[in-house]
């Protein structure tokens, strides 16, 4: 398909145009150029959407497993068939550099594969009841219509963490995609669903601006779910208005994650894992590093270490097989996180090294002498900024991850891996990797936080038990049951 499809929306298998008098303009981050003027969907496109959804449901629903299976097994041929193309998308929408590109990518079929299995897995169970002659069946179903909000950061993969699983259970899936990501958040995703021989209305994407169309996507009487990937404030805001209407939800919202380097830690080891978990993306990842606590004994050797190692690294043209640092999403972007830069700088943290801006790219930047309470420290800077912090011990160092609201991700280096997981224990986090860094998804696995980072799980069992529900049918199998009165 052309890209200059991808300026309308996909409703019901057809390419039609948004009906708003307003434009989404996709807007390349690193060039600031504009890809495309995408023409708004408005609420009318929205019911349509939806509707669309709620029409194709039952059909879908009891399609058999086997051509559930089938489909997804096209899909993946048909997404390996189009790597480059996705590829491509993800540099020049959403800024990616190729490294970050192809992480993406192989996360996504990580969850394509594992969402295939589902259809086989919807599973009841068959228990047994204190009445005599009486069974208890527990069926599990599709919830019927889920509404997906997608990201702009990883907007492939987080976008498909919700799509696929949901129609693999039978569901039928509505997108509003992300408006800076327009197209690997939702218009590409519908083209690959449409070329594998998904059914019309199975799943259909919507582009338009939140003020427009965001509340009513979420208030919507045919959506039974709502799952959503981006900031607290925003998952917030939707939490409210769907707990109003009685809607589930799934929120994977910000995060504010830390590596813990104690005493013993391998510093070489930690240096490399806090580099990638730092600045893959630019650090515009729900998952990203954003303090570093060091124990005081090893404080300064890994502030030079992370120093040489951070100044290696190439910022620029994320097209370029070699950089490691691209574009910030967008202007506003760079200047939220250079007020946040001098504000904590003029507290007194110092900078080891970066700091300026070219364009929306950033010099990957590290800060010494941060305490918890500067804006570097205690905001999710979500941009490729690293904060250390020294603490004087374990305790504190736990602590100090603790004092915050958010608790999506985590990591802790010892050469202790019993000491690493009582101190995992103890950080209250939905995640938490033992020398690693806090950057990991995979589809099986169950992912999310706690706190103001999110409620549920998404990732293999726990995916499929978000996306489904279960009913209770009481069978008198066996002559009639007696009643008191």
Request: negative net charge.
């Amino acid at each position: 398909m052309s890209p200059q499809t991808f300026t309308k929306q996909y409703i019901n298998g057809h390419w039609i145009n948004g009906s708003s008098e307003k434009y989404v303009d996709n807007i390349n981050p690193y060039t600031q150029q504009t890809i495309a003027s995408i023409p708004s969907a408005n609420e009318d496109d929205l019911n349509k959407a939806y509707q669309a959804a709620l029409n194709s449901q039952g059909s879908w629903m009891t399609t058999a497993p086997g051509e559930k299976r089938a489909c997804f097994d096209q899909l993946l041929k048909v997404v390996y068939d189009r790597k480059d193309e996705i590829i491509d998308w993800l540099v020049k929408e959403a800024g990616s550099t190729l490294v970050k590109a192809e992480v993406e990518f192989q996360a996504a079929v990580g969850i394509i594969r594992e969402s295939a299995g589902f259809p086989t897995r919807m599973s009841g169970q068959i228990l047994p009841s204190n009445t005599p002659g009486k069974e208890n069946r527990i069926y599990r179903s599709p919830k019927g219509v889920i509404g997906v909000i997608g990201p702009w950061n990883f907007p492939f993969h987080l976008a498909m963490r919700s799509i696929a699983p949901a129609i693999a259970t039978g569901n039928t899936v509505v997108v509003k995609s992300a408006s800076d990501a327009p197209v690997t958040s939702g218009l590409l995703i519908a083209d690959l669903f449409e070329e594998a021989g998904f059914p019309e209305g199975a799943l259909n994407v919507v582009v338009g601006r939140g003020a427009e169309i965001g509340d009513a996507f979420v208030k919507h009487p045919a959506a039974k779910l709502i799952s959503f990937t981006g900031s607290t404030e925003i998952g917030s805001h939707i939490g409210e208005l769907a707990g109003k209407h009685i809607k589930e939800t799934a929120l994977e919202l910000g995060g504010n994650n830390a590596m813990l380097v104690l005493d013993d830690a391998d510093i070489d080891q930690a240096v490399e894992a806090a580099a990638f978990g730092k600045f893959l993306h630019q650090g515009q990842i729900c998952m990203s590093l954003n303090r570093i606590i060091i124990h005081e004994n090893i404080h300064d050797i890994f502030v030079e270490k992370f120093k040489e190692k951070v100044e290696s690294l190439k910022a620029g043209d994320p097209s370029e097989k070699d950089t490691v640092i691209g574009p910030l999403i967008n202007k506003e972007a760079v200047e939220r996180i250079q007020e946040n830069l001098k504000e904590s700088i003029g507290r007194g943290a110092e900078i080891v090294t970066g700091g300026e801006a070219d364009g929306n790219v950033m010099q990957p930047t590290v800060l010494s002498g941060v305490t918890n309470d500067m804006p570097i420290a205690k905001n999710e800077i979500f941009g490729p900024v690293a904060a250390v912090i020294k603490v004087v011990s374990e305790t504190e160092a736990i602590e100090v991850a603790n004092s915050s609201p958010y608790g999506l991700s985590g990591s802790i280096f010892t050469r202790d891996v019993h000491r690493g997981v009582e101190v995992a224990k103890r950080v209250e986090t939905g995640m938490i990797h033992i020398n690693d860094q806090s950057v990991n998804d995979e589809a099986h696995v169950a992912f999310g936080g706690e706190k103001e980072s999110g409620l549920g799980r998404f990732g293999g069992e726990w995916a499929l038990e978000k996306f489904t529900t279960v009913k209770w049918i009481g069978v008198m199998k066996n002559g009639y049951r007696y009643f008191p009165f």
